[in-house]
C-alpha cells in the first residue's frame, strides 16, 4: 500500500478518516491470505464436460402449478426455451438433451470455456437455467402464475470418449421412455380407467415394458408408439448453420436503384426429438463430436 | 430385468413393441455404466462451507437497466432479497454477506446439507438466488422492465476455523469499503464536479483513501464517514430467534370467551449494515459461529 | 525453437542427423500440452496432513520373515527407525504414531512442504519409509535375511482442527489397545494354552476387553496391563529439543590452552510409549500442536 | 459395543482393568468419526493412469555414489530391476518407460486396481520401487555400498486417449534424447576436451541440437545417433507372452517311462530400447493400448 508521505491534516477528524481508511486497506491485504484456500477444479482435458441440471422438489412444484400429467406441453417447452438460452449465453455447449425436469448440457471436448473450472460451468450453467425459466415462464404458462422461485440443482461429470458421451445420453433417453411410458400407463388407468393412483401403482407393480404398452392397447386402444416423440424421445437441442437470405436495395453510382440478395450463414439452435441411441441421428449431424 | 415367460403375442406389431420396450430397458442397464464416472466431491468436515456468487457481466446488466450511481438501493434490496430467499429454502446458512453484485453463502461447519457435495450446495445457490432475482425483480425495479434474465457464477471455499472464516468476511467487507469509496468519489466528481469518466479516473490515479476522502470533504462537503452504512459495510444477514405474539380467543366450559396471548419464538432472518471486522458484532451474536 | 540459419551441412548423413535431432526438439514442444493434464491436488490450508502407511500383506509377510507372535520387537524397532529415518528427511512433521504395521505421519498445520501437494506428500513418505525399512533391515534382522522387497500403501487426511487431530490419533491407539489385547490373548492361549488358532478363534468369539483380560489373569497369571507399553500403546515420535555439550580445546593468544565447553539446543527425535489418548502428553508436549 | 452383564468380578483391581478395556473400546467408536474426513479420490474411468516416479536429489545420489558419466549402466539396470518389480507386483501395468532417475508406469485404462484410487495407486508405485532399488541395490552396485535410503516421488496423470497417452510418452522420450543429447557432448568436452564443467557449460549456451551433434562428430569423430540405444531412447518395458516348453518324465499304466514336451505360454515381461515416438512400435505390439 502505498503512503502518500507529508500530507497536511488540518483537521483533527480527518486525520481520523485517513488513518481509518488507510487502516482498512491495510487489513484488506492482510486478509487475502483467505483466497490461498481455493481449491483448483479444472476439469480433466479432452473429455466432454456434461453439466446435468435436476429441478428441485419438481414433483409439488407441478403440482402446485397444475401440470398436465402425464405431459405438460407449456412446461417442457419452456425447459427447452431456458436451454436454448444457456446455450446462446454460454460457449462451447454442443449438445443439449432434456427431458421431464431435467437437463444434460455438453461442453465440447475441447473447450477452454471458463478454463474448463467445473464450478464456474456448472454455476453458470444453473444460474442461467433458473433465471431463464423464471423470466420466460409467462410466455408459456400464460393463465397460471408462476408462485414462487424454483431452484434446480447441477453436477459435472466428464466422459472422455465418443462412446462413452453416446452411452451417457442414450443411459438419459432410455430413461426417458422408461418414466414416459410407465407414467402414460399410469395416467391413462387414472384419467380414463377411474383408477384411483394407489389402485393404478398397484396393478403396475411387477409389470414389463410389454405388459404396459398391451395395457395401453388392450384396454384403451392406444398405440404407445404413436405417442408424440417429444414425450417418448425428449428434446436434443444442437447447433445448425442455416443460410439466412436478406434483400437489400443498393443503388451503384450512375445506376438504377436494384435490390441484391444476400446470403449469410449463421449458427442457429435446432430442436430434435428423435432417437439418438442409435447411429443414425449421429451420423447426419457428424460436426457434434470431435473425434478422440 | 425380468422378461415375462411365456407371453402370446397375438399380433405381430404388438411384438415388435414389446421387443423394442425390452430392448430399450435393457439397453438402459446397459448403458448405466456411464454413472461410475461421477467423482464425490464431498467438502472437508469440520470446515465452513463458502458458497460465493458474482454477477456475470454485471457492469454491462446495471447501464441497461438504469442502475443509479454509485449505489442502486433497489439493486442492493433485491440482492438482499434474493439472499433471504436462499436462507429461507437451503438449511444450515448461518450468515450470508452481500456487497456490490456478489453474495457470501456460509454453511455452517458442522452442515450435513447434500451430504456436503459441493456441486450440490453451489449449483442450488446459484440457482435458487438467480431464480429469486428475476422473480422479484418488479417489486423493487417498479419501472424498468428486466430485459433478459441475468446470470451468476458461484464457487466453493472451506475454511477450516473460525478465525480464517471471520477474516474471509472481513475480506469481503474491506473490499466493500475501498470499492465503495472508489465509486463515491469517482462519481462524485462526475455528476457534481462535471468531469467526464476519463477526467475522473485520471483525477483519482494514485490516490489512496486519504485523498479520496479529502477530496470528498473539501471539494464537496461530503464526509464519506456520513455515507450509509449499507454502502460503506454491505449487508449481512442472519438467523434471529424473535418473539411472535399472536392473540387467540378461547372460550373454556362454564366461563365466558376471553382473549389469550400466545407467545411462540421463530427464527427469522435479520439485516445489518454494521462492521463485522472488529469483535462486536461476532461478541454480540454469539451463536452465529461453531467452536473449532 | 532456435533454429540455426545458413549452417553449412558438408555431408549429408550430418544433415540428416541435424534434421532429426531438431525434429526430436519440435516434437518435445508439440508433445508437452500433455502436462496441462496434471492436475492440482494442493491440501487445504490451516490443516493438519495427515500421511497414514500401511504394510502390503503383511500377515503373509510375517509368518514368511518369521516373526515372533503377538509382537515382534525387532520389526516394530525398524518400523521406528524407518520413521525417524522420514521425519528427518521430510520437514514438518511434527507428530508420527505407529503400531503393527501401520504408521502415521502429521504434517504441522502450517507446512508449505512441497507446497502442500497430497501426491508429493505421500509418494515422498512411502518411498523413503520403504526404503529405509529395506535398508536398515540387516540391524534388527541379523539372522533372518529379507527374502523380497516389501511394499506399503498410503493415503492423505485432512484434520482441520486440534481436536480432530487427537481424535484421529486416539483412534489408532485405541485400535492399537483393542488389537493388541485381542492378539495378546490369542497366542496366549496357542502358545501356553495348546490351542490350535482355530481353537483360540473359537473361544475369543463373542468375548469383550474384560472377558480377554480375565482369560489372561485367571488362566495364564499375566496381567494384561503389565504387558510392556510398548504393545498396548504403540510408538509416537516427535521431535525434542536436547541440550548437547560438547568440549572443544582452545587456545587463545599468549594463553596456554584449555577446554571450553559449548553448549548447543539442537532438535532430535525421542520415542513414546505412553497414553496419548489423554490429555497429560499434551500438555507436557504443548509444541506439537499449533492453535487453531 | 456390547457390555456382558452381570460378570462376576471378584478382585476390584481386575474390575478396573475390565472398566478400562470397555473403555478403550467406547472410546475408539467414539473417534471413529474421524475416518469421514477421507476424500474419494478415484480417477476417472476409460482413461490411462501414469504414475511418474523421480529420484529425489538424485544429481547429489548419484555423485555420492560415484555415477559414470553421462550414463551409468549399472543404475540404468537398477532402475530397470526396480521397474520390472513393480510390474510383476502391480496388476494393470500395460506399458512402463523410463529413463535417467524417472520412470513412468501406465496402468491400463480398464484397469480397477485399488478400485482406481489415485492415492493408492501412487503410493504403491512408490513404495514397490523404492524398496525394490535398496533390494537389489548390491546385484548392480557390487563394489558400491549404498549409504543411505535414497526416495522417489510420484504423481499421478490421467489421459483420456490413446493419443494423449502415447504425446506423453513421446514427450518422455523426446526429453530423454535432448538430455542424453546434452550430457553426452556436455561430458565428452570435460572428459575428452579436457574443459572444465563451467567451460563446457559455457561452451553449449545457445546450441541447437545440430551444433551438438556437430561438436561430438567433427572434434571427438563421435556419431551421435550410433551411440547405445538405450541411452538415446530410455527403457520401454511391456508384458509379452513366452512360449515355454518343459519336459517332463511320465510313465502310463503298462507302458514304459517316457518324456513329454509341455507347452505353455507365460507372461513376461520383455525391454525394449527403441522409438516408441513413431508407430512401428505400437503396430508390432498391438495389445499393449485398448481402443478409445
Redo the contacts between chains.
Keep these: 500500500?502505498?503512503?502518500?508521505v507529508g500530507?497536511v491534516c488540518k483537521k483533527g477528524h480527518?486525520f481520523l478518516?485517513?488513518?481509518?481508511?488507510?487502516g482498512?486497506?491495510m487489513?484488506?491485504s492482510k486478509?487475502?491470505?483467505?483466497?490461498?484456500?481455493?481449491?483448483?477444479d479444472?476439469c480433466?482435458?479432452?473429455?466432454y464436460i456434461v453439466v446435468r441440471?435436476d429441478g428441485?422438489n419438481f414433483h409439488k412444484f407441478s403440482e402446485q402449478h397444475g401440470f398436465v400429467k402425464p405431459n405438460d406441453e407449456r412446461a417442457l417447452a419452456l425447459m427447452r426455451r431456458s436451454a436454448g438460452?444457456v446455450m446462446e449465453?454460454l460457449d462451447d455447449v454442443c449438445v443439449a438433451y432434456g427431458q421431464s425436469d431435467e437437463f444434460s448440457f455438453v461442453f465440447k471436448r475441447s473447450t477452454n470455456w471458463?478454463k474448463r473450472r467445473?464450478?464456474?460451468l456448472?454455476?453458470?450453467v444453473?444460474?442461467?437455467?433458473?433465471?431463464?425459466?423464471?423470466?420466460?415462464w409467462g410466455e408459456y404458462f400464460t393463465h397460471q402464475p408462476?408462485l414462487?422461485?424454483?431452484?434446480?440443482?447441477?453436477?459435472?461429470?466428464?466422459?472422455?470418449?465418443?462412446?462413452?458421451l453416446r452411452?451417457?445420453l442414450?443411459?438419459r433417453q432410455?430413461?426417458c421412455?422408461?418414466n414416459n411410458?410407465y407414467n402414460t400407463v399410469f395416467w391413462t388407468l387414472v384419467q380414463k380407467g377411474g383408477l384411483s393412483t394407489t389402485q393404478a401403482e398397484e396393478r403396475l407393480k411387477?409389470t414389463?415394458?410389454?405388459?404396459?404398452?398391451?395395457i395401453l392397447?388392450s384396454e384403451f386402444n392406444i398405440?404407445?408408439?404413436a405417442e408424440p416423440q417429444l414425450y417418448r424421445k425428449g428434446s436434443t437441442l444442437i447447433w445448425d448453420t442455416a443460410e439466412e437470405v436478406t434483400t437489400k436495395k443498393v443503388k451503384p453510382a450512375n445506376q438504377s436503384e436494384r435490390e441484391v440478395h444476400v446470403t449469410r450463414t449463421r449458427k442457429k439452435i435446432t430442436t430434435h426429438h428423435c432417437d439418438i441411441?442409435g447411429s443414425q441421428f449421429w451420423e447426419e449431424h457428424p460436426d457434434i463430436l470431435e473425434s478422440?
Tied chains: 1, 2, 3, 4.
Excluded at 17 to 22: D, T
Excluded at 31 to 40: L, N, P, Q
Excluded at 128 to 133: A, E, G, L, V
Excluded at 208 to 214: F, G, L, S, T, Y
Aim: hydrophobic share 40%.
Design positions: 500500500m502505498l503512503l502518500r500530507c480527518r478518516l485517513r488513518a481509518f481508511s488507510c482498512v486497506a487489513a484488506k486478509f487475502e491470505y483467505v483466497r490461498s484456500f481455493e481449491t483448483d479444472t480433466l482435458r479432452n473429455c441440471l428441485r438460452c449465453q471458463f467445473a464450478s464456474k456448472m454455476t453458470h444453473a444460474s442461467q437455467f433458473s433465471s431463464s425459466f423464471v423470466f420466460f408462476l414462487y422461485p424454483p431452484s434446480f440443482d447441477g453436477r459435472v461429470v466428464l466422459y472422455p470418449s465418443n462412446r462413452n452411452d451417457y442414450s443411459w432410455a430413461d421412455h422408461i411410458q411387477g414389463v415394458a410389454a405388459d404396459k404398452n398391451e392397447f398405440n404407445y408408439n441411441i478422440d
